[in-house]
């Protein structure tokens, strides 16, 4: 039993905070500054300026978050601080109101990502999609506009949409992410 366990104890979480771009950083230190546990996700960098100058730089891979880990309560307080705009909310959870409940981000999602980020050599880019592996969608704009299918994973880990043809198998498609919508 751990101490987050604990009768009486509340529960600590990872919040997503949304900030202003740019000031990732410096919320992250004031944050810090008032005891509270955050995460920047950054990556070092080799920046190279058309002067021909090089420095390492921690360049952010999330712009615009700043991860808390903190009680509900703490979460309720925080997002009155002038410099958090708000918390992200889930999407994807059913509240049965308008209101949708905030995000919340596992300890071994966080560990993982931290890992990665320190860990491999070569740029993290973050894909911001809702969708899975398997997930029923259909295109919202350009030539295949109302086309319904699902997403699929391919070998090398890119993902595409593909349209089932009971007989023949499937047909695939690279489709962009922001030109889908999940159904179902």
């Not at 202003?20 to 230190?29: A, C, I, M, P, Q």
């Not at 911001?128 to 592996?133: D, E, G, L, N």
């Not at 498609?173 to 919508?181: G, L």
Request: with cysteine.
């Amino acid at each position: 039993m751990g101490v987050d366990d604990a009768v009486g104890v509340p529960k600590k979480n990872w919040y997503v905070a949304i900030v202003n771009s740019r000031h990732e950083k410096t919320v992250g230190d004031k944050l810090q500054k008032i005891n509270l546990e955050s995460y920047v996700a950054t990556q070092k960098e080799m920046r190279v300026w058309s002067n021909g100058r090089r420095k390492l730089i921690d360049r952010v891979v999330i712009t615009g978050v700043v991860f808390v880990r903190c009680t509900e309560t703490e979460r309720r307080n925080i997002v009155k601080l002038p410099y958090i705009n708000r918390f992200m909310v889930n999407r994807t959870a059913d509240s049965g109101s308008l209101n949708r409940p905030v995000a919340v981000i596992n300890d071994l999602e966080i560990a993982r990502l931290k890992f990665m980020l320190g860990q491999t050599e070569h740029p993290v880019e973050i894909n911001p999609t809702a969708f899975r592996v398997k997930d029923n969608v259909r295109v919202i704009r350009g030539s295949l506009r109302g086309l319904e299918g699902e997403i699929r994973e391919n070998s090398d880990g890119t993902h595409t949409l593909v349209v089932s043809l009971s007989l023949l198998g499937g047909a695939t498609v690279f489709i962009e992410p922001q030109d889908v919508e999940k159904i179902g």
